[in-house]
């Protein structure tokens, strides 16, 4: 499997006049444009108006000291776990289908309680906190996604929209399996790292909350890091506020065919929301590198415009800044990692497979509508693709894995 992960097929580097820039973070390629751009350019040293010098919240944190001060971690206890097999019992006696999953079909009259105050956290606390302890060795995979939509119907209780069609069909297909394919598929067709051994960047996904669920860990490797966006904003604006001001600025985020033409949208990275009706100040990052930089076989749209040197020095500095702030979660099967996707970047370590350990997770995209953040107007249009009008009847949780095929124009990235 290692072996077929590291085939990358050749591609065109993407539109004419793209900086030198891979998926693949580079420290001194970026220095380099780093020390290029200060010593060349008259670069700005104020932040755009009315964003924060530094912003002072519980979702500022440092990974190398976050769990001095905070229990990351909630682990099920033996009560808890018989509360979850009856409610998976009654579930099943219902005879409905897997998109029919919420509170009220897999009832935790105890447990909801600590869910919910797990809800509370990632919106308004620390912006994480993982579930430990469901005994996926004790479950079918069928069981297994109803146990994982159960707990996490408890959390946020909405599921998004992560594809638009499954098996030939139109469908809302909320939950997506994430695992080494590089075997058994075509490069050619992989356009995410979701399905391969690499490492992946610090990046945001689509939606309110992120949940995975470890049905496996790899052999070696596979480590799970988080880092704080807000900390990240909070140095950057300290050391290199011209940055800011290009993340605060529009992007051209290719869209990989699911729009008609340009074929991309124009939309800021970086959102500042003054504290206002009672909900305090926030910021909001919202980014996929590879949107700016192709991955395999989904490179950069040649007819859109190349990302400018200061798009590509901001990518750079998102990325290595949450690297030395980020938080390495040792990510065991039946956990299930729930992270705040407006205030969290989350990223992947490379790792290798065996015949006895492969590494499976499954994702879900979540809402809370109770807690839920206000949404940026540019972002509305991708939360309503994840979210708007998604019913229980054309819901499909997957049992298996497939790769999507993001350039098709219903798909959603």
């Known amino acids: 499997m290692a072996a077929a992960a590291t ?91 897997l998109g029919e999953i919420s509170q009220d079909t897999f009832p935790l009259p105890t447990l909801h309680t600590t869910l919910r105050d797990v809800s509370r956290e990632i919106h308004s606390g620390h912006g994480f906190k993982v579930v430990r302890g469901v005994p996926v060795a004790q ?57 391969t051994t690499e490492k992946q960047v610090f990046h945001t996904d689509a939606g309110d ?49 699911k729009s008609g033409p340009p074929g991309y949208t124009a939309r800021p990275l970086l959102y500042h929301q003054p504290a206002a009706d009672g909900a305090p100040e926030r910021l909001i990052i919202q980014y996929a590198r590879r949107s700016f930089t192709g991955y395999w076989g989904l490179p950069r749209s040649a007819d859109i415009p190349p990302i400018t040197e200061a798009q590509a020095e901001a990518l750079d500095a998102l990325h290595f800044t949450a690297e030395k702030s980020a938080v390495s979660l040792e990510f065991q099967a039946g956990d299930i990692q729930f992270v705040n996707n407006l205030s969290i970047f989350h990223a992947r370590g490379s790792f290798t497979d065996s015949p006895e350990k492969q590494r499976h997770l499954v994702r879900l995209w979540l809402r809370d509508e109770e807690l839920a953040w206000k949404t940026p107007q540019p972002l509305q249009r991708l939360w309503d693709r994840v979210y708007k009008d998604v019913t229980p009847e054309n819901q499909v949780l997957p049992l298996e894995p497939f790769v999507r095929t993001p350039s098709s124009g219903d798909k959603v990235q």
């Open 139 to 195: 479950y079918t995979r069928e069981d297994n996604i109803i146990v994982y939509a159960g707990l996490a119907s408890h959390v946020a209780p909405t599921r998004g929209r992560q594809d638009s069609r499954y098996d030939g069909r139109a469908a809302d297909v909320a939950l997506t399996h994430i695992k080494d394919l590089t075997a058994t598929v075509d490069p050619h067709k992989i356009g995410a790292p979701a399905y």
């Open 7 to 97: 085939l990358q097929p050749t591609f065109a580097a993407g539109p004419v006049g793209q900086p030198d820039i891979a998926y693949a973070p580079n420290w001194d390629a970026y220095q380099a444009r780093t020390r290029r751009r200060v010593e060349d350019e008259n670069l700005s040293n104020t932040l755009p108006a009315g964003f924060p010098a530094n912003i002072a919240s519980a979702l500022v944190w440092d990974g190398a000291t976050v769990s001095d001060t905070y229990q990351w971690w909630y682990r099920l206890t033996e009560s808890d776990i018989a509360e979850i097999n009856s409610a998976l019992k009654h579930f099943k006696s219902l005879g409905k289908p």
């Open 209 to 257: 909350v992120i949940a995975l669920f470890a049905l496996e860990a790899a052999a070696h490797g596979g480590e799970s890091y988080l880092a704080s966006s807000w900390h990240v904003y909070n140095q950057l604006a300290a050391a290199r506020p011209d940055l800011i001001r290009t993340l605060a600025e529009p992007w051209d985020n290719d869209e990989f065919g």
